[in-house]
Nanobody, 124 residues
Framework: QVQLVESGGELVQAGGSLRLSCAAS????????MGWFRQAPGKEREFVAA????????YYADSVKGRFTISRDNAKNTVYLQMNSLKPEDTAVYYC?????????????????WGQGTQVTVSS
């Protein structure tokens, strides 16, 4: 089992940058595929980015491709989401999630563990 704690969300102006972090407990972090999802008010939770266990494979939603970068530091049990050129439509609660195994899904129901979320607000 793994526990996830996100941080780094805040209010930022459009065009700005933020880096979200997700710290995982446990000794088996490297066993988990990690993903970032977001949920805006009144909308379903949507895929943002995901990364393979070793970090060699990264995947992005079309809406964030070229602006966001997912990375992980397995020595620190942490996954990051660097967000640049932020837009008001990026405003949402951002969640990190973990999935045991090697498959890297974009469907949130495929993930086993979730953090509590961190609020990102982008003002225009």
């Amino acid at each position: 089992q793994v526990q996830l704690v996100e941080s780094g969300g805040e209010l930022v102006q459009a065009g700005g940058s933020l880096r979200l972090s997700c710290a995982a407990s446990g000794r088996t972090f490297v066993s988990y595929v990690m993903g970032w999802f977001r949920q805006a008010p009144g909308k379903e939770r949507e895929f943002v980015a995901a990364i393979s266990r070793g970090g060699g494979g990264t995947y992005y939603a079309d809406s964030v491709k070229g602006r966001f970068t997912i990375s992980r530091d397995n020595a620190k049990n942490t996954v990051y989401l660097q967000m640049n050129s932020l837009k008001p439509e990026d405003t949402a609660v951002y969640y990190c999630a973990a999935r045991a195994g090697t498959v890297v899904p974009t469907d949130p129901v495929k993930y086993d563990y979730w953090g509590q979320g961190t609020q990102v607000t982008v003002s225009s």
